[in-house]
């Protein structure tokens, strides 16, 4: 089993499913695909070792491709390539941002996967901090067995350790919102939404 995940920037895919990919990444092989380095918040190569650092904590490989950061297109040539990787490395599942989100370059990084994974069983939407009132998750993944690798993973991005939404406070309490929202008190979990599911 191969899982492709999906982010528009370093650090977007450890924060919406982290926990759950390392939990995944026992049995299944795991991808990151990050479209820019990020380059808005911080210098390129450090985002970049940093990407990498991180991922290599649940031993995914990653590949971070040069989009500008604030300005992914959604076209021909973005769809074109992500539908190459993906015949390249042929996922049964892929996470991804959710359209409804005020960052543009999550919502188009979104639009590209829907548009390129055409085929693909399972297709889940992770939430960012960015992300609209309108995600309204049916999935959810108990990862109190995988927190602490979760924050191993986001304390790699040691450049974007000033933003309150990256403190170790507000990732354990986004994690115990979700458990308390699906009556599992005492849990820590991850939220998503199906986009597609095939059994």
Not at 99 to 128: M, W
Request: charge should be negative; aromatic fraction near 12%.
């Amino acid at each position: 089993m191969v899982v492709l995940a999906i982010g528009a920037h370093p650090d977007d895919i450890e924060y919406g499913c982290g926990g759950t990919l390392s939990k995944l990444s026992g049995d299944e092989k795991v991808h990151f695909l990050i479209f820019t380095h990020g380059e808005i918040s911080g210098d390129i190569w450090t985002r970049f070792f940093e990407a990498r650092d991180s991922s290599r904590i649940i031993g995914a490989n990653t590949t971070v491709w040069n989009y500008e950061d604030g300005d992914i297109p959604v076209d021909g040539e973005s769809v074109g390539c992500l539908r190459r990787l993906i015949q390249n490395i042929k996922p049964d599942t892929i996470f991804t941002h959710h359209p409804e989100d005020l960052h543009q370059d999550h919502r188009n990084v979104a639009a590209i996967t829907f548009s390129a994974s055409k085929g693909i069983d399972n297709i889940l939407c992770y939430p960012c901090p960015s992300t609209w009132d309108r995600f309204h998750p049916n999935y959810f993944v108990d990862i109190t067995g995988q927190f602490e690798t979760k924050m191993k993973m986001l304390k790699c991005h040691e450049s974007q350790a000033d933003k309150s939404y990256l403190s170790p406070d507000a990732i354990r309490n986004n994690a115990e919102y979700w458990a308390y929202h699906c009556l599992r008190n005492g849990r820590l979990y991850e939220a998503f939404e199906i986009r597609q599911v095939i059994t």
